[in-house]
């Protein structure tokens, strides 16, 4: 059984939004077309069952739907993690077939509350996207938040708003505790950072009956990721830090980096399981 079921392919860091949480890749070029289909491949040798291309924004990257069919092609699960701001009637026209997840970022219910640490609009942004995904019910669909001082009170309205829409898709909520790590050394944490006790209670606080929240504090996300980057070095984010071994396609044993960077490979696994795919009739 492989060590890594799922890799974060970060195949830009060109975002349309600015979010003070964000761990993503800043001003970091992107490799070109071809190598980036060589980091597909790789992947897929790896014996990983799952690829998520994720950003910054993919959409911003041109050849997305290359990378996407390449995926698919290669007998990987397809997740595309956006901020839905650039999703479109046509590109899931094109290339929904091949799309097994579709995650959206929402910080609030309300624009009001999105508008905290969103741009003005994105709310209406991921509604609309939801939208179009329900005209794709073969794609699952992953709505996630971070919990921030911002939100906290918020999330509550959240699950009752994903309750309400009745999405076509199979759909998952992800509530994530907002971790002090990001690129950006110029972040003021103690104005967005909740504590373990506040997360705690606010998932004691939030039961559904339809709808499947997975919970993801502080604990959790350490050494859970394995991500690509989009200069195609290899990262698995240990604390607040990103630490690189090194460009991924020349990387000899994956293995053996991945226990000297005290990656979890079973809590990884487990949080895979959080989503499993079920099957499209192929």
């Not at 839905?84 to 609030?108: C, K």
């Not at 504090?217 to 604390?239: A, I, N």
Request: with cysteine; glycine share 6%; net charge negative.
């Amino acid at each position: 059984m492989a060590t890594v079921a799922t890799f974060d392919f970060h195949v830009t860091s060109e975002c349309s939004q600015e979010c003070a949480y964000c761990w993503g890749p800043q001003s970091i070029e992107a490799v070109d077309t071809a190598t980036a289909l060589a980091i597909v491949a790789r992947i897929a040798e790896s014996g990983a069952t799952r690829i998520v291309f994720t950003g910054g924004d993919p959409m911003k990257r041109e050849d997305l739907g290359v990378l996407i069919r390449a995926g698919r092609d290669e007998g990987l699960e397809v997740a595309l993690s956006t901020t839905g701001d650039l999703l479109s009637a046509g590109f899931l026209d094109a290339h929904g077939d091949e799309i097994d997840l579709v995650s959206l970022p929402l910080d609030g219910a309300s624009e009001e509350v999105s508008a905290r640490t969103k741009k003005t609009g994105h709310f209406d942004s991921v509604m609309a996207a939801l939208d179009l995904l329900a005209e794709h019910p073969s794609i699952d669909v992953k709505v996630a938040t971070p919990v921030t001082r911002h939100n906290i009170d918020d999330v509550t309205n959240i699950v009752k708003l994903l309750e309400g829409r009745h999405q076509p898709n199979r759909l998952f909520y992800n509530v994530f505790q907002a971790f002090p790590r990001s690129m950006d050394a110029g972040v003021a944490w103690d104005d967005l950072i909740v504590t373990d006790s506040e997360f705690a209670a606010l998932r004691s606080r939030i039961q559904s009956d339809t709808l499947v929240i997975n919970w993801l504090d502080h604990e959790t996300l350490d050494r859970l990721y394995v991500m690509v980057f989009p200069d195609g070095r290899l990262t698995v984010p240990v604390g607040s830090a990103f630490c690189f071994y090194g460009q991924f396609l020349e990387i000899e044993d994956l293995e053996a980096v991945l226990v000297r960077a005290e990656f979890d490979s079973a809590k990884h696994r487990r949080h895979a399981q959080g989503w499993q795919r079920e099957s499209r009739g192929e």
